[in-house]
């Protein structure tokens, strides 16, 4: 299991919606979405406000 299976758990777990975390990182929830799936990266600085809204809430 790598970090982000770890983190997308973590948010399942504490019921965060991607909308939620999309509007504090300010992108879409498609986004989130596809960054969870795999279909595709965001830059470190989004990742980071990713894991510091889980880790915080």
Not at 19 to 25: F, R, S
Not at 27 to 51: A, F, H, N, P
Request: charged residues 35%.
């Amino acid at each position: 299991m790598n970090i982000k299976d770890v983190y997308f758990l973590k948010r399942r777990q504490k019921k965060i919606s991607m909308q939620k975390i999309a509007k504090y990182i300010g992108c879409s929830q498609s986004l989130i979405s596809r960054y969870e799936t795999g279909d595709c990266g965001m830059v470190q600085k989004k990742i980071e406000l990713y894991r510091e809204y889980i880790d915080k809430n």
